[in-house]
């Protein structure tokens, strides 16, 4: 993997930051950027500064700017009425109402804040939370083409939603059952493929190909469940290709609790991670318990990642493609490599799902597609153009 | 069990199964602190193995690794790494990562689990990488060293981790001559003033003599000799092992015994039934022949030599190929029975080569005594190389060279014409399936 | 250098600090998100004013502002209903396609647009989701949906927007005259007119099923009736049990072939219907050939509808809303259905 050329550990060029800290501020900058601003994309046209002037409301808790809606307070009022001059709208009073304005003001903030924000933040941390696993399990199989979905987890995950709806169960609270069954269902190969790590004496290849087989397995079982009752595969479907729409901040809380516990047990791997590269018997003789670190790993990415996955469906490309991006700005060092691709993975996730609400709005295209579309000719930008360099010196 | 002695890595009766095949056969064997082991054998031998075995890489099917009494099987793997460090035949190519980060890759066992790389790792890194020479690559990404440099590399990571115990499979063989014996001398020097208990695989067995103070051979699995290279080495074990016919010498300089292989007999032609290979005389001294008499060697002529003086290098080349050869005693000037010896070589030969040598009073006759046969047998002058001194018999021996020329010789321009000269004037006899053939023949 | 391998050198990363580690952090996480929901309470409280608690035909209770001044309405069949109750102008927005040609006009036929007077600004995106925001952006104070809109859509709309959701969908001809008096709840201004549409539709209902009472007291056969809005290549589209389709047929008098399928809404194989030959087939005839939109033009069913020389019955196109959305139109057609399965009993009735 081409990465910066490689400094000397400790001593870094004086008065300049160190790249893979540049790379790491760089990205928790546009993703702020994008939290913020995100919440303009959506079927109602609000303007960008009224956007921001909730979002900043609400996140300092009321504390600046002190009212965007109601009572007056001079910075509200000017980002209000000069958003309302420039939109021109015909069902505005030539004198300015203050109770319709308000009223507007409230809608708008509900629409930006209650409907928009939830989605968003889903796809911050399910984006950071597929990142950081896909990266964890490159390292860990020393493969580059190696994705969070590897060990079956998203045939696992689709089955268990396919039981829910193939069999109707609990009708009344489908909204909670399903988040439910999918992660249940993703849980299932990965936890086979961990006992399977646990038996001691298996290579990573062995790993791999066992996922591969449960991947194959878990998708004859899906197909027997749609054959069963076709009129499920609509939902199913749908629910593959990934939506962020229905997410409430309940969800967002416990895919961000999960991506808080699972990225901390990932990032604390970071030295081993670089050590498993040299294969695990030289891993071995110098210190580091490949199979334990391997088992860890894959037992720590598949809960979290079963854990997104539960409630945005399958978003491919996010996993894959983030730790190759990551690597390319930090170098090949997973300690530094792992925070920053789950920024990656954050920004790329949150763009797409900006991509998905406004192209063909007010339609909102299921967020697999923009991924895809995104994701699979950056990806094929960034193969070929390693192809041109060739790396200094003799091999 | 104590004392600086007896500590040290010990194998009892250590036996590993691949399935149902044994990979190591029951091997006893002790390295103390201080002491550098060389394992020789050839390929399939098992060296490997053993060394993963040492580092508990393969299970023992029976017998005993242990270090210091503690058997490493037992031992968990931090605290083995720091015991025992492995440099393995070959290993994944890795990132690109710097080559200071990835030596630094062997302090792991030595730093704490949520701490960083200390002062004392920074010092272990330096001086690894100053004991391989490779101190002004730190900066350097892996994957843009050579060969030699990443194997230095390897050993520089191992030699970090600062054990006790040094396994080194393989540790030099991507390495040109120079860096071979400079990493080994400097192997030999940690482990005896570090005092660490170095085991090194080898399948050069004479680096191995070398350098060790005690080699073991393996050979199938089987341990078949332990002890100083003095005394495991012989012609026998080579044989034996190796299955290659080998010639015990030693090193004047350092009294060390190495193994010279011979050829193998296959390389010759074979002699057809009926016919006998053609004679070729070799004239020569100084070094001048040692090419000319191999070369005919091999491609199957049959060899004499003379007159050449005992201790001459290439009396000890035709000594070695068994040519028969007229002597005379070292600086002697050459005396009656030399002669007549050497003259009854030269009228036996169907042809003569007159190597490029060094003329003196007291070789001068060799020029002589080639010129009444010069109408009978067909010979060839190799001129000597253009800028080096050759005559110092006052320019008698130019005189002889230049007669020999007017009465017929050829003149060669240099040691690879030789053969084309020899195949070109035994044409004649020389029937389509290629074997010269003696005049006796035609 | 010294060598000391048996000085003490560090401990190994035990399974404990791991787990401590990670049960931290699990700590810090909930207790920030049971802090962001102690400071920050989702907001409770709909729009002042008097209200009224009802109970939908999905058995949701649901407390909605009376005599709501702004509604959007989802369905056409619900829609049927709002402007017979002389509701069109509380209409602010409607549910349409758009994203696919022909746009209202794939869920509203033309005469249905110039009868209720829609028009495309009046158009919020329904299908594949529900533009709820837009729905929002209208101030709307209630809106009426039916059972294609998806659940989650629902809980959208009155969790994030506290906008009310009335589900109207009924299950049989009497579950329309239900929806009309769910509707006079909610609007009690028009409390007379729906009054007199309810006994309307249950006069209708009530001389229907007195005819099929007499009809079967006489003997009269009843007549096996192939109800179909849609065909394609080797079946129709009919209704299934308890379906309104089914009893429709039945209200008319008719046995209608298809009620032993299993679906609400059916596929029924095209050899059936040749071998059932029903006697009369009501086939639902629409202005195109949009798959949106139920029901074929008139000349693609003579020309492409399998088996259709073959069968024998007397086949009577109809407007295809008249068959597929359940409202106040199709009880008001019943007559004529009777008329068609009886011809020689019931008159056909006056325009």
């Known amino acids: 993997m081409i990465g910066p050329t490689p400094r000397s550990v400790g001593t870094p060029p004086a008065h300049r930051l160190p790249r893979w800290v540049l790379a790491f501020l760089g990205f928790a900058a546009a993703l702020a950027a994008l939290v913020f601003l995100s919440p303009v994309f959506g079927s109602v046209r609000i303007p960008w500064h009224v956007v921001v002037a909730i979002v900043l409301h609400q996140v300092t808790g009321g504390a600046f700017p002190t009212a965007p809606c109601g009572s007056p307070s001079f910075l509200s009022l000017y980002f209000f009425e000069s958003a309302v001059t420039r939109e021109g709208t015909a069902r505005l009073l030539s004198g300015l109402s203050t109770s319709y304005g308000a009223r507007q003001c409230a809608i708008w903030t509900t629409i930006a804040w209650d409907a928009r924000m939830p989605p968003l933040l889903l796809a911050v941390f399910a984006g950071a939370a597929l990142g950081i696993s896909g990266g964890a399990l490159q390292g860990t199989f020393r493969n580059p083409l190696v994705d969070p979905y590897l060990l079956g987890l998203s045939t696992g995950a689709a089955v268990g939603a396919a039981v829910l709806f193939t069999f109707n169960l609990a009708p009344a609270q489908q909204a909670a059952a399903l988040p439910l069954l999918a992660f249940c269902g993703g849980l299932v190969p990965g936890l086979v493929v961990y006992l399977a ?19 194959f397995l878990f998708s004859a079982i899906l197909d027997l469940l749609l054959l069963y009752r076709p009129s499920s595969n609509i939902n199913v479907n749908f629910w593959l290709l990934g939506g962020l729409g229905d997410a409430s901040w309940t969800h967002d809380a416990i895919v961000l609790s999960a991506l808080l516990l699972g990225g901390t047990a990932i990032g604390l791997y970071g030295r081993e991670l670089n050590i498993l590269q040299l294969g695990s018997d030289v891993a071995e003789s110098v210190g580091v318990d490949a199979r334990r670190v391997t088992r860890r790993i894959v037992l720590v990415t598949t809960v979290l990642t079963a854990t997104a996955v539960a409630f945005t469906g399958v978003i491919g490309f996010v996993g894959l493609v983030s730790p190759h991006i990551a690597r390319r700005f930090v170098g090949p060092d997973y300690r530094r490599v792992l925070p920053v691709v789950a920024l990656v993975g954050a920004v790329f996730l949150t763009l797409s799902w900006d991509i998905a609400e406004t192209v063909i709005s007010p339609i909102v295209l299921p967020v697999g597609i923009p991924t895809a579309f995104v994701g699979a000719p950056f990806f094929l930008y960034l193969l070929y153009r390693r192809r041109g360099r060739a790396v200094g010196g003799p091999t | 069990m104590s004392g600086a002695a007896s500590s040290g890595l010990r194998a009892d009766r250590a036996t590993v199964r691949y399935g149902a095949r044994v990979a190591v056969r029951s091997v006893s064997l002790e390295v103390t602190a201080g002491e550098l082991l060389a394992l020789a054998g050839p390929n399939g031998s098992g060296k490997s193995t053993l060394l993963r075995a040492m580092v508990g890489l393969v299970p023992l099917a029976d017998g005993t690794i242990s270090y210091d009494g503690r058997t490493v099987e037992v031992q968990p793997l931090r605290e083995r790494a720091r015991t025992i460090g492995w440099m393995p035949q070959e290993e994944e190519a890795g990132e690109n990562v710097s080559l200071e980060q990835y030596v630094e890759y062997g302090r792991y066992a030595h730093i704490p689990p949520f701490s960083a790389a200390g002062a004392q790792d920074r010092r272990a890194v330096a001086s690894a990488l100053a004991a391989v020479d490779l101190s002004r690559f730190s900066d350097r990404g892996m994957r843009e060293l050579s060969g030699g440099e990443r194997q230095r590399a390897r050993l520089a990571r191992v030699l970090a981790q600062e054990s006790p115990v040094l396994l080194l499979d393989e540790a030099t063989s991507h390495l040109d001559m120079g860096h071979q014996l400079d990493i080994l001398a400097r192997v030999r020097s940690i482990a005896r003033q570090e005092g660490r208990a170095v085991v090194l695989a080898l399948h050069d067995i004479n680096l191995a ?63 057809r039934p009926g016919r006998s290979a053609a004679r070729v005389h070799v004239v020569g001294g100084g070094g001048s022949a040692s090419a000319i008499l191999r070369r005919l060697s091999d491609d199957g002529f049959e060899v004499s030599a003379g007159v050449l003086h005992l201790f001459d290098s290439d009396t000890v080349v035709a000594d070695e190929l068994h040519v028969p050869t007229a002597l005379e005693a070292p600086f002697a000037p050459l005396g009656a029975d030399s002669r007549r010896r050497n003259g009854e ?33 067909p010979i060839a002058l190799v001129a000597p190389p253009s800028g080096i001194p050759w005559d110092y018999a006052d320019g008698a021996g130019t005189a002889a060279r230049e007669a020999l020329l007017l009465a017929g010789a050829e003149s060669l321009p240099g040691v690879e014409a030789v053969e084309g000269w020899l195949r070109g004037c035994l044409l004649a006899t020389v029937p389509d399936d290629g074997v010269p053939t003696t005049r006796a023949n035609r | 250098m010294s060598l000391n391998p048996s000085s003490a050198g560090p401990r190994n990363v035990s399974g404990s600090v791991f787990l401590v580690a990670i049960l931290i952090t699990a700590g810090v996480a909930v207790a920030a998100t049971a802090g962001y929901y102690t400071l920050f309470p989702a907001a409770v409280g709909g729009p002042p004013g008097p209200h009224v608690t009802v109970l939908d035909d999905s058995d949701r209770t649901v407390t909605a502002p009376v005599n709501a001044t702004r509604i959007v309405v989802l369905a056409p069949n619900v829609m049927d209903l709002v402007y017979r109750l002389n509701l069109r102008d509380r209409v602010v927005g409607i549910g349409c396609t758009t994203g696919i040609a022909g746009g209202m006009l794939n869920e509203y036929t033309p005469n249905q647009t110039t009868d209720w007077n829609l028009t495309p600004a009046m158009c919020i995106t329904d299908f594949p989701t529900l533009d709820t925001e837009t729905i929002a952006n209208l101030s709307t104070q209630l809106v009426l949906a039916s059972t294609l809109t998806y659940a989650s859509d629902v809980a959208t709309l009155t969790d994030t927007f506290h906008i009310p959701v009335v589900i109207l969908a009924p299950a049989d001809l009497g579950g329309i005259i239900t929806d009309v008096r769910l509707l006079a709840e909610l609007f009690p201004v028009v409390g007379t007119t729906a009054l007199s549409l309810e006994a309307h539709l249950g006069a209708i209902l009530n001389n229907a099923s007195d005819l099929v009472t007499s009809l079967s007291y006489n003997d009269t056969p009843a007549p096996s009736v192939l109800l179909t809005y849609y065909f394609y290549e080797d079946g129709y589209g009919a209704y299934g049990q308890n379906s309104f389709g089914e009893s429709l047929v039945a209200l008319a008098g008719g046995n209608s072939i298809s009620s032993n399928l299993t679906f609400e809404y059916a596929d029924l194989n095209a050899t059936v219907v040749l071998s059932d030959q029903p006697n009369v087939i009501l086939y639902g005839t629409s202005w195109n050939d949009e798959w949106i939109v139920d029901g074929q033009d008139p000349g693609a069913w003579t020309s492409s509808a399998p088996y259709w020389s073959q069968l024998n019955g007397t086949k009577i196109p109809v407007d295809v809303t008249l068959i597929t959305e359940p409202d106040a139109s199709m009880i008001f057609y019943l007559p004529w259905l009777e008329h068609w399965f009886y011809p020689t009993i019931v008159p056909a009735p006056l325009a």
């Open chain 1, 197 to 215: 790590a646990r038996g001691g004496g298996r290579s990573v290849e062995t790993l791999l190909l066992t996922g591969v087989a449960l991947n």
């Open chain 2, 209 to 271: 003599a070398r350098f060790a103070d005690r080699v073991a051979v393996l050979s199938r699995g089987h341990l078949v000799a332990t002890g100083p290279p003095s005394e495991v080495l012989s012609s026998e074990l080579f044989a034996e092992v190796w299955g290659v016919v080998a010639q015990l010498r030693r090193d004047p300089t350092s009294g060390l015994p190495y193994l010279v292989p011979e050829l193998p007999r296959a390389a010759r032609p074979s002699r």
């Open chain 2, 345 to 377: 070589l030269l009228d036996t030969a169907d042809a003569i080569v007159v190597a490029p040598f060094p003329v003196g009073p007291s070789n001068l006759a060799n020029l002589h005594d080639l010129l009444p046969r010069v109408r009978r047998t």
